[in-house]
């Protein structure tokens, strides 16, 4: 059992990240192991703190958030930012959903894609200039755990929009189970409360973080079943983007208190 789990830990990990794990495959893995994307999100959340602090050493605030970003990026192959690009692109404009779908698929970038990425990214960056830098840590590794479980709750709530059968990734097409999705949840969870305990005053931004995320995939969630009648990969890319900014303001919102 636990040598399955941790197989799907890398699973996760590689489908994710660039970060070169061999752990074998077999395509009923990649629907289980969305159970652990948020961990996949500390990961990732951890090094862009990690980052963050070192470069804060030597630079200015804006140019450590900026390497910080750049770190991040590149650990995921800007996996989620392209996801987020393409849902600008595709519910941007007044199509029909078969025409968004369509556009989905498409490689290119288009204005609302363009826009859509210069926009969540300068917030993103804004935020964590004008927090402290250990604040801006905290918020990192939280916002892309929560982010990341936000979109893995839309996996099991809701259905795929698309033709199965062309999905990248056929096996998140299909909706995980509740344990799975309960899994993930408690990874977020779990990092909340390790903030907590490292830092007491921080629980206020904490359950601010789990409450914002909720929201917004609540919010996403409506969107995409107006839109299109329910998920793609493309839009839970986007989910994980929006979740994310909304986390980092959130935090951001309780610095003057």
Known sequence: MIRHELRLIGVALQFLTRVPVRVGFDP???????R????????????GALVLWAA???????????????????????FH?????????????AVSRERALEI???????TYGALGLLLVLGLKAATLVALPPAWAMAALLLAHTVSRAAAV???????????????????????????????????????GLALIAWQAGWWPMVVTAWGVAALGAWVCGRWFVRRLGGITGDTLGAT??????????????????
């Open 28 to 34: 009923s893995w990649l629907n289980q192991s969305a």
């Open 36 to 47: 652990h994307f948020p961990l996949v999100g500390a990961f990732v959340g951890a090094l």
């Open 56 to 78: 804060s050493l030597v630079f200015p605030s804006a140019v450590a958030v900026g390497l910080s970003m750049v770190a991040t990026v590149l650990l995921t192959g800007a």
């Open 81 to 93: 930012e392209d996801g987020l690009a393409d849902t600008c692109d595709a519910l941007g404009g």
């Open 104 to 110: 989905m698929k498409d490689s290119r970038i288009g």
């Open 153 to 191: 709750a839309l996996i099991r709530l809701l259905p795929y929009a698309g033709d199965v059968s062309q999905a990248k990734a056929k096996p998140l097409a299909e909706r995980i189970s509740t344990g799975g999705l309960l899994v993930g949840l408690a990874w977020a969870v779990m990092v």
């Open 240 to 257: 994980q983007q929006l979740t994310e900014l909304a986390v980092l303001l959130g935090w951001l919102a309780w610095l003057p208190r």
